[in-house]
């Protein structure tokens, strides 16, 4: 529990700058949305190769419904354009592919997408790929205490943690946000309680293996103490349970 792996289990990125790294090339937002698709498939790969068990993906938040109409639907079809292309891949790297999010407010042809990539790489045990797309932090929670109030089950913080969209998977070890923003904006409020943060000016697109390795090597160096001291973690007892 208390030195870390050197390699983190579960990862979790926030893909942030992809509209500045269009911008910056005088190209529309959504053609630094389509260089973000290559370079996640370029991180999946490496997650795969070093040992990660776990990637979970901010790809769409609740929030991102606000921006331009053509925007937002560039973003729908690129989801659905990417799974049917990738998916053949993912599905050779032993990838299994979890959507995460409200369903409910996407299109027919996005939905049928991601149960498509889901059942097709269902066996897949390498890495669970988590793509969170019209997910919120909010929305978890309050999804979570809805499903148990409507089945008359007590509140509390396993239960919760059972009705979550993550609990297929353990907590993220290690939350990466790239673009520069020292912000959550909403993304895994519950599960990244103990998360190491890393924030990096790296816009998304930008993002390849050598960026994924700085990320993993600083996280190496930290000390989680999950609310205990540091000579509890490191001291001579060491490994003795904490009454
Ligand atoms: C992140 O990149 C991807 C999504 C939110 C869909 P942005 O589109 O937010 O890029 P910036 O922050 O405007 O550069
Ligand atoms: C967070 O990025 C959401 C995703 C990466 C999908 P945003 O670009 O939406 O975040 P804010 O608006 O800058 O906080
Ligand atoms: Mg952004």
Known sequence: ?????????????????????????????????????????????????????????????????????????????????????????????????HFVGDRSGLSEKVRNGLAHAEAVTAANQRLVLNICFNYGGRWDIAQAAARLAARGEAITELSLNRAMALAHVPDPDLVIRTGGEMRISNFLLWQGAYSELYFTDKLWPEFDAAALDAAIADYAKRERRFGRTSEQVTGPGHGRKVA
């Open 1 to 97: 529990m208390s030195a870390p792996r050197a390699i983190p289990h579960h990862i979790a990125i926030v893909m942030d700058g992809n509209g500045r790294w269009a911008t910056r090339r005088y190209l529309p937002r959504v053609a630094g949305h389509k260089k973000g698709v290559d370079a996640l498939r370029n991180c999946v790969r490496h997650c795969g190769d070093v040992g990660v068990k776990v990637l979970t993906v901010f790809a769409f938040s609740s929030e991102n419904w606000n921006r331009p109409p053509e925007e937002v639907s560039g973003l729908m079809e690129l989801l659905a354009v990417a799974l049917a292309r990738e998916v053949p891949q993912l599905q050779s790297e032993g990838v299994r592919i």
